[in-house]
């Protein structure tokens, strides 16, 4: 059963800060896992990414405020998110890419992240 699963979302003002975990099966967590976000009207687009040997890359618009990390012996990753702006709000996903397919794993619920004042 493949299964992803974010928490930690939640409601900050503008400069505060949030930590995303995201709990995935094992199948998943063999590759490359990415966060992603979705705001209203807009596309889903990824965030950061981390591969299993902890290679990291992030989204221009978050480099310097948000800091992704794993955990290879709990299949877990993480997204701390420092100095939070209005414009990061949306639903945050974690996933990973089917190698050679293009595609994606199933989607999770998300993380809801508002940042208002």
């Known amino acids: 059963q493949v299964e992803l699963v974010e928490s930690g979302g939640g409601s900050v003002q503008p400069g505060g800060s949030l930590r995303l975990s995201c709990a995935a099966s094992?199948?998943?967590?063999?590759?490359?896992m990415g966060w992603y976000r979705q705001a209203p009207g807009k596309e889903r687009e990824l965030v950061a990414s981390?591969?299993?040997?902890?290679?990291?890359n992030y989204a221009d618009s978050v480099k310097g405020r948000f800091t992704i990390s794993r955990d290879n012996t709990k299949n877990t990753m993480y997204l701390q998110m420092n100095s939070l702006r209005p414009e990061d709000t949306a639903v945050y996903y974690c996933?990973?890419?089917?190698?050679?397919?293009?595609?994606?794993?199933?989607w999770g619920q998300g993380t809801q992240v508002t940042v208002s004042s």
């Open positions: 094992g199948s998943i967590f063999r590759n490359v």
């Open positions: 981390i591969t299993r040997g902890y290679i990291t």
């Open positions: 996933n990973s890419p089917i190698l050679g397919t293009g595609t994606f794993y199933s």
